[in-house]
């Protein structure tokens, strides 16, 4: 499956993927996401910075990620390993539900990675609620390591920082 940036003409189609993934979650007792977010307006942002990619099934999005350098003001509290160099940063990695364990998930983190070391990037970074543990597994295999905890206002459980230093 190709991995291509998504366009801003894909905002329903993605728009209604987050929402699907928001709701199968939720039925599966993570409640990371919820109607506030992802919202419309985090990901028309998403498609017009040209910072999501994804794969497609004809017209269906079937797996997104967002790559960007827009880190929260709360990671500048986390001892990262990577001090000098610039980091990429994953937001809303998502598999639709009828797509999961495919192989999709770990498809879109190697290509963060070949997108980060194509573009002179140093290390990734993420946070990831703390009660997913399909997504903390899948992270943890592809070789990321913790580095701290933040918490979100609204959200009782912490999310984890994790880093991956590339090269």
Excluded at 108 to 117: G, I, N, P, S, T
Aim: hydrophobic share 35%.
């Amino acid at each position: 499956m190709e991995i291509h940036l998504i366009g801003l003409k894909k905002l329903k189609e993605v728009k209604q993927f987050y929402s699907v993934v928001t709701s199968d979650l939720r039925k599966k007792g993570v409640y990371q996401w919820d109607r506030f977010y992802p919202n419309r307006f985090v990901i028309k942002t998403d498609l017009k910075k040209g910072s999501l990619f994804g794969i497609q099934n004809g017209n269906k999005v079937i797996g997104a990620i967002a790559l960007n350098t827009d880190e929260s003001k709360k990671y500048r509290r986390i001892d990262w390993e990577d001090k000098k160099g610039t980091p990429l940063i994953i937001h809303r990695l998502a598999v639709h539900p009828l797509s999961q364990g495919k192989g999709y998930g770990k498809l879109l983190l190697q290509f963060a990675e070949k997108y980060a070391l194509d573009n002179g990037f140093s290390s990734i970074r993420l946070d990831v609620f703390s009660q997913n543990p399909g997504a903390l597994n899948m992270y943890e295999r592809a070789g990321f390591q913790q580095r701290g905890i933040i918490r979100f206002p609204f959200r009782s459980v912490p999310y984890k920082c994790l880093e991956k230093v590339l090269g």
